[in-house]
């Protein structure tokens, strides 16, 4: 028989049938999820899935949210597809800024035009020059510096399993992120750097990417590797 304290039948009066169920000592309990009439074996997706709004699959998620993405730069990825990073055209279009009639903040990367989405990615003298110096490591050379370009390429790639697909998926991300945290130094921290710096960091976060993947033994791998400087067999699966 279940001990139960006497103040939960108060606040929790279903409890009150519970002394009515016969316990069957022989047979081992089991946590179930009732979703509408079905009723099936208790998990944490099922609860999820059971809970959540449903709503259609917007096109770009393979381009966000892919396996061995980079969480972080995965996240601000989705921000940017759906507008929603707090760049000055987006602080505009809330009630009190209209009211307090607040002007637009120039671009802190390049002082010469205003702050936006499309802007920050990558239209801005700077950013512009950052994503041409890193584009080429991702397969991406003649692609253009319109994120809404750089968005329609993934896109026509994002079911492919290609190592170099799934590289420029990640060098596109690496360089929105890191640009976003120079935007956000120069504004909190009043801290700069130049854009060979940025490029720097981005070209070695993706290289230490790779370094802790296992790719397919082929010539196309094997010399996409090379190109990053990665050499050996330790990011190489011989299928063994």
């Not at 939960?8 to 049938?17: A, E, G, I, K, S």
């Not at 381009?63 to 989705?78: D, G, K, N, Y």
């Not at 981005?202 to 990665?230: E, N, P, Q």
Request: charged letters at 20%; a positive charge; aromatic letters at 12%.
């Amino acid at each position: 028989m279940w001990l139960l304290p006497e103040a939960w039948r108060d606040l929790y009066r279903v409890l009150n049938q519970i002394d009515l169920v016969q316990v069957n000592p022989d047979v081992s309990d089991q946590v179930f999820w009732k979703d509408g009439n079905d009723l099936n074996n208790f998990s944490s997706s099922g609860v999820w899935n059971s809970i959540r709004t449903r709503e259609a699959d917007v096109d770009w998620f393979k381009i966000v949210w892919f396996s061995q993405c980079i969480p972080r730069h995965a996240f601000l990825m989705w921000l940017i597809m759906r507008g929603k990073l707090l760049t000055q055209d987006k602080i505009l279009q809330w009630d009190f800024a209209r009211r307090k009639n607040m002007n637009m903040m120039c671009c802190l990367l390049c002082y010469a035009d205003v702050d936006s989405h499309a802007h920050l990615f990558f239209e801005c003298k700077f950013s512009s020059q950052v994503w041409c110096s890193v584009r080429n490591k991702g397969g991406m050379a003649s692609v253009g510096s319109k994120w809404d370009t750089i968005v329609a390429w993934l896109s026509s790639r994002a079911s492919s399993k290609s190592a170099i697909n799934f590289v420029s998926r990640i060098v596109v991300a690496t360089t929105a992120y890191i640009v976003w945290q120079e935007q956000n130094a120069r504004l909190f921290k009043n801290h700069a750097r130049p854009p060979d710096v940025l490029c720097e960091i981005i070209l070695a976060t993706v290289r230490y990417k790779l370094m802790g993947l296992k790719f397919k033994h082929t010539v196309r791998v094997r010399s996409l590797l090379d190109d990053w400087g990665i050499h050996g067999d330790s990011v190489i699966d011989n299928g063994g």
